[in-house]
């Protein structure tokens, strides 16, 4: 029998509900897609308004600005200690410093089973883990090595810090090797960091003895140099040569050392060392401040012989010329980032690989004065907004929308359970940080702030609850509050030591609870004699 054949008519409506099951299917299929590898990067001492895409007119980081247009880019990213180990700390544990108990730099990060780091979860879940980090206080015998298969944290004798260049070198030789596995990569440039010296910085420093040059270094590097002394009898003299390409008056202290050893020590009568022209000796903490052919002489009365000389200094920089260098550090590192793009494109990594990139604290550059009266050049010391004020750009290559901006208050904290989401593991219970990815517009947390004793002058606390920021120094009860509305660049103290605004009264109980609970808790900090000259080698301590 012939089954008659019936025409159906189909209406524009099922065309469409068919179109919407197609693009929701698309949708459920995109929704699940998750990218294979993970590259968590950290730009040392990274301010967020010297990151073009943030703010063009400080720096040029056409580099960073791409990973800005194709992912999201948080505006008011915040680190909550502006001190590298802590900060870091509380970025892969997703806890403040305080409950971490990480004070400083130097500090060994207690491993706690039960509160593990973000790296743990990517492990177990069989990806290979690895770390590149460039300063020594990051080294992984502070403790953030846990979770990680691979930690590379070997440096030069001479300094403590790797440049971003010798960075990708070791990043992509392990690039190389592990690219066909799923991977969670943490790179760390500290290029930002003081000293501010690209390595393409010329060599300034020549040092003469008896007119015959023995040592030719850059001063900018902030390296240790030793250089063998062959003395005649009698009188011998060392000349300095050095050119501050920033300052070149000879009435002027160029540079400064903050080690000058001769090994074997002195021994008067029959060795003395004077310092004859062009210097000045602080003994306080032993700074030898000099200009250009300043004078030493060495009295040699026993036969000849070889002494040691070990030396290592910075030029004397401006409040003018220091946020130039600190400049060249930053477009330098970004010209490094751009050619990790281009190692990931080239083992065709980069369009499956999310990327988030984070500032781990900000820099003075002179907008405040330390307790002793100078612009104030580092951090550690204080809270203000360009300590504490970070770049935050997360690149997902599975997600669609591009060139998103968020203005939202985010923090470090928030740093491990978003990436932990990105890649579907459950976050840790202790996490106390937020999934960015499913960040409320109307949410708006209170953010705590925190730099300690002995690497900071004072224990000091804040509280930030856009517009208003609260500072409070413990050691001597002092208190600012800034509206960062109307005074961004908090030069007005609001405060005039009698009188609060009722409505900030809770907030200043909350700052002032913070405190006390962390003060009456706070453990000493133990370093030994070896992490203080590191200290020392990288600025943190004089």
Known sequence: MTRPSVSVKIGPWALSLA?????????????GARPENVILITL???????????????????NVDLLAREGTLYRNAYSLIPITLPSHASLFFSEPPHAIRNYNNGQKIAAKRARPSLVNLFRKKGFATAAFVSLGVLKASFGLEQGFEDYLDEFPPERWYLSAAEVNARVFSWLEKNRNRPFFLWVHYSDPHDPYAPPSSPLDFRLFLNDRQVAETSLQKYTLNEVRLDLRPGKNQLRIEFQNEFDDRPDHFLGRLDRLEFDPALEPPSYQVDFLRGWYIRPSDDIYFFNNNSLIEIRNSAGRRLVKLTFRGIPLLTRQTVPICYRREVEYMDGEIGKLWEKLRELQLFAKTAILLVGDHGEGLGEYHNDFGDPHLGHIHFLYDVYLHVPLIICDPSQDQKGIVR???????????TIAAMVGIKPLPHFQGRNLLRLKKKDQPIIFEETYRPEAYKDRFGLLSPPWHLLLTAQNNRYELYNLKSDPGEKA?????????????????????????????????????KTKEMLRALGYIR
């Not at 179109?19 to 929704?31: D, E, I, T």
């Not at 939202?408 to 740093?415: I, K, W």
């Not at 002032?512 to 706070?522: M, W």
């Open 493 to 529: 103290n609001l405060y005039d030591g009698r009188n609060w605004p009722l409505e900030l009264l809770p907030l200043r109980k909350e700052l002032e609870d913070f405190a006390r609970d962390i003060l009456s808790g706070k453990q000493d900090i133990q370093i030994d004699d």
């Open 19 to 31: 179109g919407l099951a197609v693009l929701l299917g698309s949708l459920s299929c995109r929704a």
């Open 44 to 62: 040392d001492t990274q301010r967020a308004d010297y990151i073009s895409a943030y703010e063009p007119a400080n720096a040029a980081t056409p």
């Open 407 to 417: 203005t939202e208050y985010v923090t470090l904290l928030d740093v491990a359970p």
